[in-house]
């Protein structure tokens, strides 16, 4: 097989296995982040529509431009929007669209305006602008999911005490991948050959598609499927963090009251050892609101919850790390209510500044 026959086949994986992730994230089998997995899908079909230009000369014998029909150059503009949208609905799964957010519509109105100037025999300039307005979507996009990502592993530190599974990291790499797509995306329209896309780019797709496919499936829902429980964990932002809020929201007394309380509850009965604590388990250990007890915690101890609880885990390990015990440091981890070593090993050298096993030794 030579590399040309190897890069054939290589297309045809790329796009089978766009398509089938595409219908597995849109058919969702386990129904979670149904919204965001949705969108996932969608975005996962349009970008292996960039491969069929590929696919159909492989089955045909013959060039077919596919990529230059008016229809499929504007769903294909979508793609961008879509991996926002699913980044959005990660992120937020109770977001709902409002009028407001026509404006999601405007470059694709604009793409579609330049598309036809062409059609119309008007090449050169609607040319040149619909190539920088491919350029602005995916940059603009891509950026803006990449804010929505980090303003998101912000968020969950404030209610969850494991972030590992739900801080979408996988999606921060997916960005760099995407905006790769869109820059050969360009080229190939500016330098249009069959074969621009050649075995050895392929095949990065190929091994980064595998990879894409095994985190988003892999990716857990991030907020309780309870509808209340998940609007207050939502609604939990940074703001929370202002001095006007911390003013406003209760007496110095309760919150010294609540603060008393949570220490005695951290000492004696150790809910951090459950790997699974988050913000409503603890809240409700102290028959408190979660917003009560976030606030507490932010302003009493100066921390969130994420950096909170995981403190006192820290020097739980550090006990047993003490001992003489035949636990190996995996076990130590679960014993102290990591729920893995990478995370156990990460949170403790960067509290400690020693990796558990220094720590030991």
Request: charged share 20%.
């Amino acid at each position: 097989m030579n590399t040309s026959e190897l890069n054939s086949f290589i297309v045809i994986l790329i796009y089978g296995s766009l398509v089938l992730l595409s219908l597995l994230k849109i058919v969702n089998p386990l129904k979670v982040n149904r919204k965001a997995n949705f969108c996932f899908g969608i975005f996962l079909f349009l970008w292996s529509s960039f491969w069929m230009d590929e696919v159909l000369f492989l089955i045909t014998g013959s060039v077919v431009e596919f990529h230059s029909l008016f229809l499929v150059k504007l769903i294909q503009y979508f793609t961008p929007i879509f991996f926002y949208f699913s980044v959005l609905f990660y992120t937020n799964p109770s977001f709902t669209f409002k009028i407001k957010d026509l404006k999601f519509l405007f470059l694709p109105i604009v793409f579609s305006g330049c598309l036809i100037g062409m059609a119309l025999g008007y090449k050169d300039p609607f040319e040149s602008l619909s190539i920088i307005l491919i350029l602005v979507q995916a940059l603009f996009y891509t950026g803006l999911s990449y804010i929505t990502i980090r303003k998101h592993q912000k968020k969950i530190q404030k209610f969850s005490s494991n972030t590992e599974g739900i801080d979408l990291n996988w999606l921060e790499y997916i960005i760099l991948v995407l905006l790769a797509v869109n820059i050969i995306y360009v080229i190939y329209n500016l330098f249009y050959d069959p074969k621009s896309l050649n075995f050895f780019i392929n095949a990065v797709f190929l091994l980064v598609i595998y990879c894409v496919g095994y985190y988003s499936l892999k990716q857990k829902e991030i907020y309780p499927l309870e509808e209340k429980q998940r609007k207050e964990l939502i609604s939990i932002d940074e703001e929370q963090d202002s001095e006007d809020v911390k003013k406003k929201l209760i007496p110095d007394e309760e919150l010294a009251r609540i603060k008393s309380q949570l220490e005695t509850i951290m000492t004696t009965e150790k809910p951090y050892l459950d790997s699974e604590l988050n913000l409503i388990k603890l809240a409700e250990l102290l028959s408190v609101s979660t917003h009560h007890l976030s606030y507490v915690i932010n302003t009493g101890f100066g921390k969130n919850f994420f950096q909170y609880i995981n403190e006192f885990r820290v020097e739980y390990a550090k006990i047993l790390l003490r001992k003489d015990s035949k636990l190996s440091i995996l076990g130590i981890a679960y014993e102290s209510g990591f729920n893995s070593k990478t995370s156990f090993n990460t949170t403790f050298k960067k509290l400690t500044g020693q990796t558990p096993s220094e720590f030991k030794k």
